[in-house]
């Protein structure tokens, strides 16, 4: 079992929480310069871990929320840094809009790499309290996170975010500056959330979008034909597999199709 101590506290490594702590004062720095924190700005940190994020963002903000799941972690923080709004919980179950309460925030941190996705899309669905997202998270992840059509990684979380998002790959952080060390280097990306027509139909566009990708190697017409009414589509966009469409050409897709009852 590997244990990190920093200080007086010593903490198991827990592998499923996705437990990695950044120690690089270069890369830390670069992430609050990323976010464009202001004094006075709402700051949610997601999982502070033993801090090294947490101090950087006190430079500016004398006072923000973090966020952070493990106990020992969570007690070092209230000891550590006691101007520190400490909510001790699973971000994936925590109350946005009571978050929001006093504004809508900015989000930081260096999220799991295991409930990575499932951390994109609570804040998706809570990106009316959310001005900007700053994350550090696995490599690969950032480059379908942000990737272009046409390409491998362009897929269904490419297609998601960035309809409601714009989405910013900024830079690549090797595992070196980790303890203990991953096994995948990671990256820092800025998500910042948009208005768009489809806010109001989120949930179906986004199912839209799953069964457009359910078999890449398909065309749309063979994965949308028995969810969809795809008459009003043309002979040459039905034969296209969806990699090929871009954030725009889904929307006028989608725009013209029914669900078949």
Do not use: W
């Amino acid at each position: 079992m590997t244990k990190v101590q920093y200080k007086h506290t010593e903490i198991a490594v827990k592998k499923k929480l996705g437990q990695n702590f950044l120690t690089d004062r270069n890369t830390i720095r670069k992430i609050v310069q990323s976010a464009e924190i202001q004094p006075g700005d709402h700051v949610v940190e997601i999982g502070p871990g033993f801090g090294a994020l947490t101090s950087a963002i006190l430079e500016v903000c004398p006072s923000f929320t973090a966020v952070e799941k493990d106990r020992k972690l969570a007690a070092f923080i209230r000891e550590e840094y006691p101007s520190v709004n400490l909510v001790e919980s699973d971000i994936l179950e925590v109350d946005f809009a009571k978050l929001a309460e006093e504004g809508p925030v900015k989000v930081m941190g260096n999220i799991p790499y295991s409930i990575t996705s499932p951390i994109l899309f609570k804040l998706l669905e809570n990106r009316s309290h959310i001005i900007s997202e700053t994350l550090m998270m696995q490599h690969e992840v950032a480059l379908r996170l942000a990737a272009n059509p046409g390409t491998k990684e362009y897929g269904i979380l490419a297609v998601q975010l960035q309809t409601f998002c714009d989405v910013r790959y900024l830079f690549k952080v090797g595992k070196k500056v980790f303890r203990p060390r991953p096994e995948v280097d990671s990256a820092v990306v800025r998500i910042v959330p948009k208005k768009t027509p489809l806010d109001d139909c989120e949930t179906e566009f986004r199912r839209f979008v799953r069964l457009a990708f359910q078999q890449r190697r398909k065309t749309l017409q063979n994965n949308l034909k028995q969810h969809y009414d795809i008459s009003q589509l043309s002979a040459s966009e039905l034969q296209r597999r969806a990699e090929s469409f871009t954030i725009t050409e889904f929307e006028m897709l989608f725009s013209r199709i029914r669900p078949l009852q």
